[in-house]
Nanobody
């Protein structure tokens, strides 16, 4: 059974940084991709970033490009989201999600329906 566990959320002042972690377990496949999503109260879930473990390709939403960095440690089956220059509008519950790599062939990474596995989320609050 695939399990994803996020950690690293918290309260930070605007301009500060946080590093989120996503620990993955139970993968029986070597080719997979992990995405980070977020959802603020009253808003739709938003795709934030994506990384594919086999080739390291990454994507970012325009709202976080240049401020957030996604990385992975394949040996630990972990993915990280380094968030710098945080803004109050980054406040949300952050989720990591995953699926086998071929699920994304010919499809946009930001489509939440492509992800079969989801973590429970971690709260990020940025105060002004």
């Amino acid at each position: 059974e695939v399990q994803l566990v996020e950690s690293g959320g918290g309260l930070v002042q605007a301009g500060g940084s946080l590093r989120l972690s996503c620990a993955a377990s139970g993968f029986t496949f070597d080719d997979y991709a992990i995405g980070w999503f977020r959802q603020a109260p009253g808003k739709e879930r938003e795709a934030v970033s994506f990384i594919k473990n086999t080739n390291g390709i990454t994507y970012y939403s325009d709202s976080v490009k240049g401020r957030f960095t996604i990385s992975s440690d394949n040996a630990k089956n972990a993915v990280y989201l380094q968030m710098n220059s945080l803004k109050p509008e980054d406040t949300a519950v952050y989720y990591c999600a995953a699926n086998v790599g071929f699920a994304f062939r010919g499809s946009p990474w930001y489509r939440s329906g492509l992800y079969a596995y989801w973590g429970q989320g971690t709260q990020v609050t940025v105060s002004s």
